[in-house]
Every structure is written in structure tokens, then in C-alpha cells.
């Protein structure tokens, strides 16, 4: 199947640090999600890309949906302590209506 | 509107035992997903229901596991015997409309699975 790298794995920041994150696949997916999973919880859907080049904010959250299809990033403007958590890249597998492929996550911390 | 429910939060088996997962989806949702995350691995896909049917279960590990759905509400998540590498962190996700890849998939706090 379909696979998702994402990097970093884990990230140690400062609040009020802006922070980056991407996801990259070998091959072609035509929509991307990234979902945050809190300690305890299930993963909440953050943002979601459909067209090829998007760029969409959701608060102090933006993703963009790579030219080539194939990569994504997120960025985290201005970090607090309540987005600790692991962010997932996931997409729905070519040729399937709804099985989400996800990576392998990306852990923060927010120190104060 | 309550949200995606999973029980139990926790189970801690001895291999070789059964151990049945619940999910109720959100009021509604005809799709109903299972999801599993072995420890630090990338959540992985297990099955599909539309209503009461599998419509993909290419998912699922093995034939210890064993996923229903009777009357397209609750589903339920039997693995039988348990083995040391079953264990991990169950996901169950639903959603409304038909299955075409964009709608929101709603995820429940997961059960978490520890085979001893």
C-alpha cells in the first residue's frame, strides 16, 4: 500500500515558537488531512486539502497541498502549551473511497 | 451531538484469551471504520462498513479478528485467541456520507489493548 513519511518524528519547542512540519509519499495522493491527537484521545481532523498547490488556515494552523501531490506541510504560528500533541499527514488511498492511509506522526512538546 | 464512543478504554489480556472491542458511531453515520496503532507505527487501516456491510476489509491482520456490525448501528471488534502483537491501540471512526474520500471521518478515544 500506500505510504506516508513524516518528519520530523518528534519536536521539543518553546512557546510562541512558530513550528514546521512535512509529510512526504512516493506516490500520488489527491487529498490531504492533517489530524491532531491529543494524550488520551482519538485524532480531530485539523485541516483538509483537495486541490494540488492549496494553501488553507485554520487558525494559527496553515497546510499546503504540494504542486507535485505528493508532499504536504504544516505550520503552527505562534505555539502554546495546549497544541502538545501528535499530528498526523493522512490521505485516502488511490483507487478507495474512504481507507486512510496516515503517517507515522509527528510528537510536540511545548515547553513555557 | 455525542461523538464517537468506544469501550473498553483499557484491556489488559493474557495471550491466548478473547477480547471483544464496542464502538457505538456517531447517530447517523452509516460509515463505520476501524483503525489500529501498534506502538509507534502510523495508524493503519483495518475495515469498512457501510450499514451492516464490510465494504472493505483488506485491513484486517489475520482471521483472529472478527468485526460485526448487526443492524448498521454499533460494531463490534472480536480478536480470538489474542496474540503478543495484537496489542495497541484500537480506533474506531465514522462518518456520513457516502464513502468517497473527503467527508470527515469522526475518531473515537480509541481502546487501548495490552496483551500480556
Redesign the interface.
Known sequence: GQQLNQSPQSMFIQEGEDVSMNCTSSSIFNTWLWYKQDPGEGPVLLIALYKAGELTSNGRLTAQFGITRKDSFLNISASIPSDVGIYFCAGPETGTASKLTFGTGTRLQVTL | EAG?TQFPSHSVIEKGQTVTLRCDPISGHD?L?W?RRVM??????LL?FVKESK??E??MPNNRFLAERTGGTYSTLKVQPAELEDSGVY?C?S?SL?????????????TRLLVL
Do not use: L, R
Not at chain 2, 40 to 45: Q, S, V
Not at chain 2, 100 to 109: D, N, S
Open positions: 464517537v460509515n471504520y483503525y509507534g507505527k502510523e495508524i493503519k487501516f469498512h465494504q472493505d483488506s485491513g480506533f471512526a462518518s457516502p464513502g468517497q474520500g473527503t467527508e470527515t471521518q469522526y475518531f473515537g478515544p480509541g
